[in-house]
């Protein structure tokens, strides 16, 4: 039997991890003043939400701020770090062989065009390099650098027919997930980490997820957003629609949750509600789970 202190599932654990360690790096801290890393200082339903979710989560205090760029940073790393505790444990309900690459400070070098579906794009980036003309056309509208991703490795034709003779050289000849047809990873899920939303942050996502949709040459991989935002105002600016983002992750939504209804706003609480029960926010801990289907 488990220790009580110490949940027993592998999720349960990562889940408290993940929180830890936005604590440990001072992602979540709370100021002197009261006002917790993720709010908004000049919005009182911002400010009294994140203080009760980071007082739940047992964040430090009187602990500065984190510059924009680097809580954003360190948020992103933090994030590709819990998937890669948790997903490539799911190889029961979705083999494969995974690896998650946090893109961080090489995004200028490393982008979806050097791998499939997207391979297609270094070509292109290679004629719009040596044609003025097409830069003035395109600019850099082809170009996709995202912060996290999960990309599957191909199938050698040996794993592919482990149980039984399923390929030969005679058919399935142009398959990517065949490593006798291509040796590029396959882009499975692409994440865009948002330590918190503005009206800037939530349409730059937006704007990604469709370039990753136009871009594509095949099957669309999964397109999440991940945020700290506490407001779910601006949660509902990014989650609510559907055609560009599968769905938006909370990192703590149920202690979201709790802080909304503590706080008493009707207007938020029924916001709130309206983006859980209509599928279009969840909790951190079911991400993993949901890039298995």
């Not at 999720?11 to 408290?16: D, I, P, S, W, Y």
């Not at 070509?123 to 395109?138: F, K, N, R, T, Y």
């Not at 055609?243 to 008493?264: C, K, Q, R, T, W």
């Amino acid at each position: 039997m488990s220790d009580a202190a110490t949940p027993g599932a592998l999720l349960t654990r990562a889940r408290q991890e993940f929180h830890n360690q936005l604590i440990l790096h001072e992602v979540l801290s709370v100021a002197g003043n009261g006002i917790a890393s993720n709010a908004d200082k000049s919005q009182k339903t911002s400010r009294d939400i994140a203080l009760h979710m980071a007082t739940r989560l047992g964040a430090h205090i009187e602990v500065q701020k984190l510059a924009g760029q680097q809580s954003g940073a360190t948020f992103e790393k933090i994030v590709a770090d819990f998937l890669s505790s948790t997903f490539p444990h799911f190889s029961s309900v979705r083999p494969g062989t995974w690896t998650l690459a946090n893109v961080g400070n090489s995004r200028k070098s490393e982008h979806l065009s050097r791998f499939e579906p997207y391979r297609h794009l270094a070509l292109l980036s290679d004629a719009v390099q040596a044609d003025p003309a097409l830069q003035a056309i395109l600019g850099n509208s082809y170009s996709i650098s995202p912060d996290v991703v999960v990309l599957r490795a191909p199938e050698s034709d040996a794993g592919i027919n482990a149980g039984g003779p399923l390929v030969d050289e005679h058919s399935g000849r142009f398959s990517i997930l065949r490593q006798a047809n291509q040796p590029h990873d396959i882009v499975h899920a692409v994440i865009s980490c948002k330590w918190t939303l503005r009206s800037d942050r939530a349409q730059n996502a937006r704007a990604e997820a469709l370039s990753i949709l136009r871009n594509r040459k095949g099957r669309a991989p999964h397109i999440v957003v991940v945020t700290g935002e506490p407001t779910p105002s601006r949660l509902a600016s990014l989650a609510l629609g559907t055609g560009d983002l599968d769905m938006v992750y909370h990192f703590a939504l149920p202690e979201l949750i709790e802080a909304v209804n503590a706080s008493g706003n009707d207007e938020a609480q029924a916001m709130l509600t309206a983006l859980v029960e209509g599928q279009r926010l969840r909790d951190i801990s079911d991400l993993p789970l949901d890039l298995c289907i």
